[in-house]
């Protein structure tokens, strides 16, 4: 007969137990640093998203900072931030801005990655100001974009077109041929006219009493159609020998320009 030794089995067992509870515990251990490395990456992620937004609001602060009559004050920014560069567009002149990109770069904390790169497209179209703003800001590892697009009305004319020089003689119908689209409706046409003159007429800018001279410098014509794309004005009541300029715009009934062409000034 063998007697049968139990010895050794607790230690087995107990060894059994050990790895089970150190694979609970490496679990949870991994378990906790990936959540901790989420919540440091969400941290991050909000520190990343107000940088971008830190980009936003320096571009609408320059663009309402320096705005003017003429046109937005966007194009400003170059002028003081030290890494913003002009990159395209047709016009990007401060007083006027109505149709250029720019690309702009801060840096908040060089420890820390943290800056925002701002893209901005600007187009001002006769009775409509359109822009784009696009801010990414980066903080360590995380990065967060922001788009901001606005369309506006405005109330102020901008004549960016080229223009006709005209010698006003007397009477003139100034006239134009308005390039509608299909589906696009006419819906104001203006001749601005800029040249001193004595005329007395309506909507001069300044306007002239009996004993100003050559007080009427700008002028606004509202055109009128004439139903086959061409739209004309009868103007200027007794100025002769004055040369003027005629830039015309035209807009639809959404303030979006229309493509006008071949303007006249025909003697009456």
């Known amino acids: 007969m063998f007697k049968h030794s139990q010895k050794g089995v607790s230690l087995i067992i107990t060894f059994f137990i050990s790895i089970i509870i150190l694979f609970i515990v490496l679990s ?14 969400i941290g991050n992620s909000v520190a990343a998203f107000y940088t971008a937004e830190s980009g936003v609001e320096k571009v609408l602060y320059y663009d309402r900072k ?18 913003c560069d002009f990159v395209g567009g047709l016009d990007c002149a401060v007083e006027t801005c109505l149709n250029c990109q720019i690309e702009l ?24 100001s359109l822009g784009t703003i696009s801010s990414y800001g980066y903080y360590e590892k995380a990065s967060r974009a922001i788009r901001l697009d606005s369309a506006v009305k405005v109330s102020s004319l901008v004549m960016s077109n080229p223009g006709a020089t005209i010698t006003a ?4 119908t100034i ?20 040249g001193l003159g004595e005329e007395k007429g309506k909507n001069c800018e300044p306007e002239c009493d009996d004993s100003a ?23 200027n009541y007794g100025t002769n020998g004055v040369d003027y300029i005629i830039n015309v ?9 229309v493509e006008v062409s071949g303007i006249t000034a025909t003697p009456i």
Not at 169 to 172: A, F, L, R, S
């Open 249 to 257: 715009m035209a807009w639809d009934n959404l303030g979006y320009c």
């Open 213 to 235: 001279e050559d007080c009427c410098m700008y002028r606004e014509i509202i055109l009128q159609s004439g139903g086959d794309g061409t739209w004309s004005m009868p103007w």
């Open 28 to 41: 949870i251990s991994m378990l906790l640093y990936s959540e901790i490395k989420i919540i440091r990456n």
């Open 169 to 172: 003689q007397g009477k003139v």
């Open 66 to 83: 320096n705005a003017t009559e003429q046109g937005r004050g966007i194009c400003s920014i170059c002028e003081e931030e030290v890494d």
């Open 105 to 128: 770069t801060t840096t908040l904390d060089d420890t820390k990655d943290q800056k925002y790169d701002v893209d901005i497209s600007v187009d001002q179209q006769c009775k409509i």
């Open 175 to 194: 006239t134009v041929t308005v390039l509608e689209s299909p589906g696009v409706e006419t819906e104001t046409v203006i001749a601005a006219i800029y």
